[in-house]
């Protein structure tokens, strides 16, 4: 299992960083707390399409109905963003993510203020991926 925050310790963590310089490298620290992916999880399907780094996004429905995930990115803040993600999506059911407003704990974070338009792009093709393959889980 990876060693994540949950979101609020997560918000916590977010609001106790002093500036944005610090809230990047946090979301780097969480992306090199994922799991590194195995062969058969860097597979083509769990390619995530529109997104300038290559980004890996492995979900595997439980016998509870729950989703689990896992993910990786050849860029240290990309990676971190799929930490971020994972933690908001961890461990819900098919059901419970597509009814989730992502974007509302997203705008709590100020992300896409903070990030370059094309890692904003891709954060909300992770999004976009993530909820179509929830739909195929259901």
Request: aromatic share 16%.
């Given at each position: 299992m990876i060693d994540l925050?949950?979101?609020?310790?997560?918000?916590?963590?977010?609001a106790r960083c002093q500036n944005w310089e610090e809230?990047?490298?946090?979301?780097?620290?969480?992306?090199?707390?994922?799991s590194i992916l195995t062969e058969?999880?860097?597979k083509q399907s769990n390619l995530i399409s529109g997104c300038?780094?290559?980004?890996?996004?492995?979900?595997?429905?439980?016998?509870d109905g729950t989703?689990?995930?896992s993910g990786s990115s050849d860029a240290a803040i990309v990676k971190?963003?799929?930490?971020i993600v994972i933690?908001?999506?961890q461990g819900k059911t098919a059901e419970q993510i597509l009814s989730l407003?992502?974007?509302?704990?997203l705008s709590k974070l100020a992300l896409e203020q903070h990030l370059t338009p094309s890692r904003t792009q891709g954060l909300n093709a992770m999004i976009r991926s993530i909820l179509v393959k929830a739909s195929d889980l259901k």
């Open positions: 925050p949950n979101q609020h310790k997560l918000m916590h963590n977010f809230r990047y490298l946090y979301i780097i620290e969480l992306g090199e707390r994922l058969v999880q860097l300038q780094s290559q980004v890996w996004i492995d979900m595997k429905k439980q016998s989703i689990t995930f971190g963003l799929i930490a933690i908001f999506f407003n992502v974007n509302t704990f």
